[in-house]
């Protein structure tokens, strides 16, 4: 049985209500690793003398893009759901840039993925955030 990865992917992020309202877009989505970005939007700012996003608004992303590298991965059969997420904020990302995340799942069982993640902004050399996490792998 092939499995079209775009239409799973397509599928994955229209089923998603926050993503939409976040704005999220899917870069890439297979073999276990998936890109989202999402653009600055004063909607989401948590400070505003800085005008920096807020982390809430980071770690959905991270939490997205994790799920979708989960999902994608050759030997996971279908959805997942997030057990346990760790995010680390490096830094504030820069207003007015767009913020993108890199997920990848390194390792899965029959039960549980297991994610490393990063998010960057335009400056590239350093990463706003980090993640790692567990997620579940449905059954055949």
Do not use: W
């Not at 799920?67 to 959805?79: E, I, T, V």
């Not at 904020?89 to 029959?110: D, L, S, V």
């Amino acid at each position: 049985m092939s499995v079209d990865i775009n239409k799973i992917a397509k599928q994955f992020m229209e089923a998603l209500p926050h993503a939409r309202a976040l704005g999220m877009r899917l870069r890439h989505m297979g073999e276990g690793m998936a890109e989202i970005e999402m653009d600055y939007d004063e909607r989401f700012v948590g400070d505003p003398e800085t005008g920096v996003i807020h982390g809430g608004a980071v770690s959905a992303l991270m939490d997205t893009c994790c799920g979708a590298a989960a999902m994608s991965h050759p030997s996971s059969p279908g959805g997942t759901a997030t057990i346990d997420l760790r995010i680390d904020y490096m830094r504030p990302a820069t207003p007015g840039q767009k913020i993108r995340a890199h997920a990848e799942c390194y390792h899965i069982t029959r039960s549980v993925a297991f994610v490393r993640a990063r998010a960057m902004d335009d400056d590239d050399d350093r990463p706003v955030a980090t993640a790692t996490g567990t997620f579940t792998v449905e059954g055949k």
